[in-house]
C-alpha cells in the first residue's frame, strides 16, 4: 500500500503546538467587533458588549502595575479575544502569540473564593503574559526547537526503500522552562498591590487542609499538572502561596529577577535558578516554607481541632458531594456527586439510598448549581448540561425528573441556566447567566423564562432558595470580593441585604422549613463554618466547627442539616443530627477579613468599534534536528494563526547532506461551519550508491534518487465526540536513475520516469467516546474509539515502457489499479478492579480493498508497530487485513514523583497482549493466521515542566514461523520465533484507532 504518510510520521508530531486550537468550533454565527485603546486590541462578538467595556476599563488600569514588576513589554500591542459560546469559565494566555482568550462567564469553582471576574481573569492572564515573556530564553518567534529520531526496521528485501519506524522520538527544546507553581502562583498573585485575586479562605482552606494531612506537595510534585481531584489546584494555590512567602521575604522585584535568571540558556532547571537568586537551591527554600507552614497550621487550628464539631458522615468516598437536597415529605434526598470519578466537574444526580449507597439517576449529562422538588416530592428539578449546539456551543437548562416513570426532560431551552428553587405552590425560579452577568428569573411550565432582576455589571448569583410562604427568595451575589446574602420579594421584586457582610463572604443561604430561620455558610473567622441567623430577631449562632470548611446546607423536616464538608481533599456529605450552638472561642482561628473594596464595577468606559478584520499573528519557528537511517536532517517547521482562528499555517521543511527533502504544509479555513483545509507533502530520497543492493556485476555505480508529492483538499466537521472526514487527493511518485562508468569515467545522463499516479476521494468518521479520567492518557478504561474510512482510488501503476510515436523516445506504460476499500480500526476498554485503574482492552486493526488483483505496491501491511508486532511490517500483506488485539495493562506505580529537572516521571503501566490476525489476497479460504504476544511498558511524565512526556517499550515475540521470497535475490526469508522490540518518546501515547 502506499505509505508516504506513514513514512513521514515525523512531520506530524509538530502538530501538537502548531494549531493551538485544533478542533476548536469555528462559531461562524458570530459577527466580531473590534476597537482600540492605548496597549489593546480587544475584540469581541454581538452579545458581549458590557463584558467589553468590563475588560476595557480593567486592562489599561492594571497595564503600568504588572509590566513596571517584571520590567517587560510586550512588543505589539496585546490581543484580547472575549467571547460567550459556552456556559463555560476560563481565560488563556497564548504568550508567544501575545493573545488572551476571556470567556464573559463568571468562574464557580469551589476550590477559590469569588471576585470581580473580569478584573481577576484579565489581569491573572496578562500577568501569564507578561512574566513568561520576561522568561523566554530566545527570541519570541521561536517557542521551542525539537530533537526527532527516526528507527527505522531493517529491509527483508531490496524493493523496500524506505522502512518502516520501530522507534520513533521527538523531544522539545522549550524557550520558557518554569515550572507549574511558578508560572501560575505568580499569575495569581499579579502585582504587591492587586486585588484582583486575594489569598482567601478558600485558598487557605486547602492549602491548610493538606497541611494538617500532611499531604503538601513535594518540590517535584508541585512542579506540573497531570493530577486528580483537588491536585492541580493545589499546584496553583501552592505557588500561590510560595510566591507570596517569596515576595514578602525578598521583596516583590524578585519574581522579575526569577524571570530575569530563567531566561538564561545556562539555567534548565528552576533549582538551579533560585541557586543563582539566592544562594540556595529551590528544594532547601521550598521545604524549609513548607515545614514552616505546617507547624504554624497546626498552631492554629489547635483549638478547633479540641473542639471539633462536624456531625456523622454519611458520604466520602468522594471527590464529591455537592447541594443535597431533602423532598418536601422527608422521605428522598438527592444530591450532585462525582462519586469514584477522578474530577470535582464530573458531578450527576444521584439518590441516596436507605442502606448509605448512591443510586445514579440521569446517567447522561452532567448537572450543576441547586436541586428542588415539586411540592408533590415526585419530580426532580435540577440543571443538566445539553448536547453541544451546530455551532459547538454547550449550555446548561432547566429539566425535571420523574421518579416514578425513571424520565427526565428538558423545561428550558438555551436559556443558560445555573441553579433552581421551587416554592410551595409550584413556582420555579431559576439563575440564568448572560454577557457575563447572573439573573434571577421565573419559569413557567411552558419553559418560558421571565427576568426578575436586571444585573449587568458582572453580578454574580450561584445559590438560590424559596420561602415556605413563596414570598421571598434568598439567594448569594458577588460582585468584587466574596457574596453576601440577599432577598428578593416576588411580588414587589425589592431586593435587601439580609446577613450583614462583615467584611467576610456569606453564601449558600437555604430557609429553615418553618421559615423562621436561615442556615448559611461564612468564613468570619477565616474559616467556612454553617451559621444559622433569625430572621426576627437578627440573632446568630455558630452550628459547626472544622478545621477544613462547611458548604451547603440543606435542613431536613426533622431539624437535621446535611450540609458539604471539605475534609482531606474530599468533598463529604455530612449530617448534624444535634444543631445545638458552639462556643465562637472554639472556632477562633486567624484574624480574616475581605478588604474594602476600592473599584468601582458600574463606571464603565464606552468606545467606537468597528467591524471585525482578519488579524494574524507572527510567524513563528521551531528548528528541528531529525536522525533517520543515522543522518542527520536540519530542518525548520513553521506557522501563524489568525487572531480568531479563521485561518491557521502549518510548514515544515528539512534537508540532509545529501539532499534528501521533506517539506510538508497545511492550510486551514475556519471561518466556516466546518473546517476546509489544504495539505501537501514532498518529499526526495537517494539511495546510498554504496549500498550493497545497488551493486551488480557491472563496473557501473548507479545513483537512484525519488520524488515523491501529494496534495490533499478536505473538509472536516467535528461535533461533540464526533469527527466527520472528506478528501480529495493526488500523488505521484517519480524515480530518476543516474549511471557512472568508473572504468571510463563517464557520467550518464539521467533517466526519470513516474512509476506511480494515484487521485483518492475518501470518507472518515471518528468517534472518542473514552471516558475522560486521571490516567486515560496513560491507560484508557472506560469506553470506547472508532474510525471508519470509505475510499475510492484511481490508480495508474507503472508496467513498462514503449515508444512515443510522436517523439520516438521511452514512455511510460501504466496499468489501471482502481479499488474501492473500506477501513475499521476500533478499541474497546473494559475497567477491571485489581488492582485499581487497571483495563482490558479489545481492538481491531482492519482493511478491505474490493479489487483483490491489484499490484501489491497497493496492499496493506499487516506487521510491525500499527499491526502484528511480532513480525516486520512489510513481511506481512495483501488485499484485506485483519489484526485482533487484546490487552490486559494494568499501573506499576501509579502516583511517582521522580524529577530529573527539568524532567519529571509520575507514573509507570504495564501491560501484556496478544495479537492474532493476517493481511492477505482473496478471500477467507487465503487466511493464514498469525500470532504474537508482547509485554509493554509505559512511563508518563513531563518534559521541560509543561510538554507531556510519553515513553514506551514493547518486548513481543512472534509465535508462528512463516517464509517470503525475496524476489531480488530468489531467496527465502523466514520470520516469527523471534523477539522484536519498538520504543517511542512522545507527546502522547499511541492508540489503536490511529497508531503510529
Not at 533560585?274 to 507547624?295: H, P
Not at 420561602?467 to 440577599?486: E, Q, T
Not at 563517464?746 to 471518528?766: A, C, E, M, N
Amino acid at each position: 500500500m502506499k505509505c508516504l504518510k506513514q513514512c513521514l510520521t515525523h512531520l506530524i508530531i509538530f502538530s501538537f503546538l502548531a494549531v493551538p486550537l485544533l478542533g476548536e468550533p469555528n462559531h461562524p454565527e458570530l459577527i466580531w467587533h473590534t476597537f482600540e485603546s492605548e496597549h489593546f486590541v480587544y475584540h469581541y462578538h454581538d452579545g458581549t458588549e458590557q463584558t467589553a467595556r468590563m475588560v476595557m476599563k480593567v486592562a489599561e488600569e492594571m497595564y503600568p502595575h504588572v509590566t513596571d514588576l517584571y520590567d517587560y513589554e510586550p512588543a505589539t500591542k496585546t490581543q484580547i479575544v472575549i467571547q460567550d459560546t459556552d456556559d463555560y469559565a476560563n481565560g488563556g494566555a497564548y504568550y508567544f502569540e501575545n493573545k488572551i482568550l476571556l470567556w464573559a462567564s463568571p468562574l464557580q469553582f469551589d476550590l477559590r473564593g469569588n471576585h470581580n471576574w473580569i478584573r481577576n481573569v484579565f489581569t491573572h492572564e496578562f500577568s501569564h503574559i507578561v512574566s513568561l515573556g520576561k522568561a523566554m530564553k530566545f527570541p519570541i518567534t521561536f517557542p521551542a526547537a525539537y530533537i526527532q529520531i527516526l528507527d527505522r526496521e531493517k529491509p527483508y528485501k531490496d524493493n523496500i526503500i524506505m522502512e518502516y519506524p520501530k522507534g520513533i522520538g521527538a523531544m522539545p527544546v522549550a524557550n520558557v522552562v518554569v515550572p507549574m507553581w511558578w508560572a501560575e502562583g505568580v499569575a495569581q498573585y499579579q502585582f504587591a498591590e492587586s486585588t484582583g485575586d486575594l489569598w482567601d479562605s478558600h485558598r487557605d482552606m486547602l492549602l491548610r487542609d493538606r497541611a494538617l494531612h500532611g499531604t503538601l506537595f513535594s518540590w517535584n510534585e508541585a512542579a506540573y499538572f497531570d493530577k486528580k481531584g483537588t491536585g492541580n489546584e493545589s499546584v496553583y494555590n501552592t505557588g500561590y502561596a510560595f510566591v507570596r512567602y517569596l515576595s514578602h521575604t525578598y521583596g516583590p522585584s524578585v519574581n522579575r529577577r526569577i524571570a530575569e535568571t530563567a531566561s538564561s540558556a545556562r539555567y534548565w532547571s528552576f533549582n538551579r535558578v533560585f541557586r543563582s537568586v539566592f544562594g540556595k537551591n529551590g528544594r532547601e527554600i521550598y521545604n524549609a516554607w513548607r515545614d514552616t507552614l505546617t507547624a504554624n497550621y497546626l498552631r492554629d487550628t489547635e483549638t478547633i481541632r479540641r473542639h471539633e464539631k462536624k456531625g456523622e458522615i454519611l458520604l466520602q468516598k468522594g471527590p464529591a458531594y455537592f447541594n443535597a437536597s431533602v423532598s418536601p415529605n422527608g422521605e428522598k434526598t438527592i444530591v450532585s456527586a462525582a462519586e469514584n470519578r477522578d474530577y470535582l466537574g464530573q458531578t450527576y444526580l444521584f439518590r441516596l439510598a436507605p442502606d448509605g449507597h448512591l443510586e445514579q439517576l440521569d446517567k447522561h449529562s452532567r448537572i450543576r448549581g441547586d436541586i428542588a422538588w415539586s411540592p408533590d416530592s415526585r419530580y426532580i428539578y435540577y440543571v443538566k448540561q445539553r448536547l453541544p449546539n451546530v455551532y459547538g456551543s454547550v449550555y446548561f437548562d432547566l429539566a425535571k425528573y420523574d421518579l416514578e416513570t425513571d424520565e427526565t426532560e428538558f423545561i428550558t431551552e438555551n436559556s443558560r441556566v445555573y441553579s433552581v428553587a421551587v416554592s410551595g405552590d409550584g413556582e420555579i425560579y431559576v439563575i440564568t447567566v448572560h454577557d457575563g452577568s447572573h439573573n434571577l428569573a421565573r419559569v413557567s411550565p411552558d419553559g418560558t423564562v421571565e427576568p426578575l432582576t436586571t444585573f449587568s455589571y458582572g453580578e454574580q448569583v450561584y445559590d438560590l432558595d424559596v420561602s415556605p410562604n413563596g414570598k421571598n427568595l434568598i439567594f448569594d451575589m458577588a460582585l468584587l470580593h466574596g457574596r453576601n446574602i440577599y432577598s428578593l420579594d416576588t411580588q414587589t421584586y425589592e431586593i435587601r441585604q439580609i446577613v450583614p457582610s462583615g467584611n467576610c463572604d456569606n453564601r449558600h443561604p437555604v430557609f429553615t422549613r418553618d421559615g423562621k430561620s436561615v442556615i448559611f455558610s461564612s468564613d468570619r473567622t477565616g474559616i467556612f463554618n454553617l451559621y444559622s441567623r433569625n430572621l426576627e430577631t437578627g440573632e446568630e449562632s455558630l452550628l459547626t466547627n472544622v478545621t477544613g470548611a462547611a458548604f451547603y446546607p440543606e435542613c431536613t423536616p426533622e431539624g437535621e442539616i446535611l450540609y458539604t464538608l471539605f475534609e482531606d481533599g474530599i468533598f463529604k456529605l455530612a449530617r448534624l443530627t444535634q444543631t445545638d450552638v458552639v462556643n465562637p472561642d472554639h472556632a477562633v482561628y486567624r484574624p480574616y477579613t475581605l478588604p474594602d473594596n476600592n473599584y468601582e464595577p458600574t463606571q464603565l468606559p464606552y468606545f467606537e468599534s468597528k467591524p471585525y478584520t482578519s488579524q494574524f499573528s507572527r510567524f513563528f519557528v521551531m528548528p528541528y534536528l531529525m536522525i533517520d537511517y543515522n543522518k542527520p536532517k536540519l530542518g525548520f517547521a513553521a506557522f501563524q494563526n489568525e487572531v480568531l482562528n479563521k485561518y491557521n499555517l502549518y510548514t515544515s521543511m528539512g534537508i540532509a547532506a545529501n539532499k534528501d527533502m521533506d517539506i510538508y504544509a497545511r492550510l486551514d479555513f475556519n471561518f466556516l461551519l466546518p473546517t476546509f483545509y489544504l495539505e501537501g507533502y514532498y518529499v526526495t530520497y537517494h539511495l546510498d550508491p554504496q549500498s550493497e543492493r545497488l551493486y551488480e556485476l557491472t563496473d557501473l555505480e548507479r545513483d537512484i534518487s525519488f520524488r515523491l508529492w501529494e496534495a490533499i483538499g478536505g473538509v472536516e466537521y467535528r461535533w461533540m465526540n464526533h469527527l466527520f472526514h472528506l478528501s480529495l487527493n493526488h500523488q505521484q511518485y517519480s524515480a530518476s536513475i543516474t549511471d557512472y562508468d568508473k572504468t571510463r569515467g563517464i557520467l550518464y545522463d539521467p533517466f526519470g520516469y513516474t512509476y506511480f499516479k494515484g487521485t483518492s476521494i475518501q470518507s472518515d468518521w471518528t468517534l472518542d467516546f473514552i471516558v475522560p479520567d486521571w490516567h486515560s492518557d496513560i491507560n484508557p478504561r472506560r469506553g470506547f474509539s472508532t474510525k471508519l474510512s470509505a475510499a475510492y482510488d484511481i490508480n495508474h501503476y507503472l508496467q513498462d515502457f514503449g515508444i512515443s510515436e510522436e517523439y520516438s523516445t521511452l514512455q511510460e506504460i501504466y496499468s489501471r489499479e482502481n479499488t474501492f476499500r473500506l477501513e475499521l480500526n476500533s478499541e474497546l476498554f473494559i475497567p477491571v478492579s485489581f488492582p485499581d485503574r487497571s483495563a482490558l482492552s479489545v481492538a481491531v486493526n482492519s482493511g478491505w480493498q474490493e479489487n483483490t488483483e491489484i499490484d501489491s505496491f497497493f496492499h496493506y501491511y499487516g506487521g510491525g508497530r500499527p499491526g502484528l508486532k511480532g513480525y516486520p511490517f512489510y513481511s506481512i500483506e495483501g488485499t484485506q487485513k485483519m489484526v485482533l488485539t487484546g490487552m490486559y495493562r494494568f499501573p506499576v506505580i501509579p502516583d511517582m514523583h521522580i524529577g530529573l529537572e527539568p524532567f519529571f516521571f509520575n507514573r509507570l503501566y504495564a501491560g501484556i497482549y496478544y495479537q492474532a490476525g493476517d493481511a492477505w489476497r482473496g478471500g477467507l479460504g487465503d487466511l493464514d493466521i498469525k500470532q504474537n504476544v508482547g509485554i509493554e511498558l509505559r512511563l508518563g511524565g513531563h518534559s521541560f515542566y509543561a510538554y507531556p512526556l510519553a515513553i514506551s517499550l514493547d518486548a513481543v515475540y512472534g509465535l508462528d514461523s512463516f517464509s517470503r521470497l525475496d524476489e531480488a535475490n530468489g531467496k527465502m526469508v523466514t520470520f516469527g520465533k523471534e523477539w522484536r522490540f519498538y520504543w517511542s518518546v512522545l507527546f502522547n501515547f499511541p492508540n489503536r484507532t490511529d497508531p503510529l
